[in-house]
């Protein structure tokens, strides 16, 4: 027997919130491994939010965030262990930081436009990288660790820290959520979903493109950099090769986005879990994991392009997460303009509407 939409519907939020009171309740749930995969997700997580947003609805295909993502974890090593700044002050001024860097960098890629802007964002993040190695104090090109009071100051205990980045992630992914839904909710948002439906027909009616773009571009750039100083503290290190590792920070990440659905919210929730399950059935089969996700993107792409959510939209399975705003019903559009005829008539007859 089919369950009615609704149903559906009701059954997904209700795992969903489920799903959110056990990751709040994580620390006294799961077991040290089981948080440091989940702080790791939650960093993919915040990434495929940010990619969704640039290519799923402002159509900026990006194969270079992984620039930003390093240049936040290179910012927090350099204001903590060279500037010796407090950790809790480093971590705002890595996200500024990246902010900063990003508007020089969308100055020179937004002059490029479909595949060579692509090429562009993956020039640009490759430049940031031989920057980064060539900085004096860094550890060149094979990098460097985190000194270890600025590790403490995490907690004294592994099991602490342990604590302490699953709470960051967290956060970190709850805060990047809530800000694109509310985004997405807003005039912009609106801007921004005309434009995935239809671009010129989104510019006809009066949207900025270039201005939509820009404030997306730099919307994700802090983002990132926050989720680069994750990454960092993850790995307690920073390197070139690992910080600013397009495999790990973009191509993964287009393969989320892909898979889960694009242009949605709940796209990248699906894609994320999707990858972290099959990463840890295959991960015995070596080079032949890279294959199959390749191998699985692709069928997807073939047999629906909007991905698995793509496909439940088209089932008529509602949003989970609705961030945009539902058109009117024709009941409701004959119900508004009784009611502005009999406005109307009254304010021609000097009189009130009769209440009904």
């Known amino acids: 027997m089919r369950l009615p939409p609704k149903a559906l519907l009701n059954a997904a939020r209700a795992v969903l ?23 790791e997700f939650f960093i993919v997580l915040t990434l495929a939010l940010m990619w969704n947003l640039l290519a799923g609805y402002a159509d900026i295909i990006s194969v270079g965030q992984q620039g930003f993502v390093g ?20 971590v705002p001024l890595a996200a500024a930081t990246t902010l900063i860097i990003a508007v020089p960098v969308m100055a020179v890629i937004f002059r490029l436009r479909t595949a060579y802007l692509a090429v562009g964002t993956w020039v640009a993040a490759d430049v940031l990288m031989l920057i980064a190695g060539k900085l004096p104090g860094f550890g060149g090109g094979s990098g460097t660790s985190l000194p270890i009071p600025v590790i403490k100051e995490f907690g004294a205990r592994l099991g602490a820290r342990i604590d302490v980045f699953y709470a960051m ?23 921004l979903t005309a ?25 994700t750039a802090p983002f990132l950099g926050l989720a680069g100083v994750m990454t960092a503290l993850e790995k307690l290190r920073v390197a070139p090769s690992a910080s600013f590792n397009i495999t790990d920070w973009t191509i993964d990440i287009i393969f989320i986005v892909v898979i889960g ?10 894609g994320a879990v999707v990858f972290f399950v099959l990463r840890q059935w295959l991960a015995d089969f070596g080079a032949w994991y890279l294959i199959l996700l390749g191998v699985i993107s692709i069928a997807v792409i073939l047999i629906e392009p909007r991905g698995f959510w793509g496909a439940c939209r088209r089932w008529g399975v509602p949003d989970i997460l609705p961030a945009g705003h539902a058109p009117e019903t024709a009941d409701e559009a004959n119900a508004g303009a009784s009611k502005v005829s009999a406005s109307t008539t009254a304010a021609l007859s000097g009189g009130s509407p009769r209440q009904y």
């Open 71 to 90: 240049v936040g974890a290179y910012a927090f090593f350099g204001f903590t262990a060279l500037a010796h700044l407090s950790v809790w002050l480093a």
């Open 195 to 219: 434009m995935r439906d239809n671009e010129e027909a989104a510019g006809s009616a009066g949207v900025d493109l270039v201005r939509t773009r820009v404030l997306c571009f730099l919307w």
């Open 17 to 39: 919130l489920a799903a959110a009171l056990a990751c709040l309740a994580g620390p006294w749930l799961f077991d040290a491994n089981a948080l440091t995969v989940l702080t």
């Open 261 to 270: 659905g694009i242009g949605s919210l709940e796209g990248p929730i699906i």
């Open 169 to 191: 992630s967290l956060g970190l992914a709850l805060i990047a959520f809530v800000a694109t839904w509310a985004l997405l909710r807003s005039r912009v948002g609106l801007g």
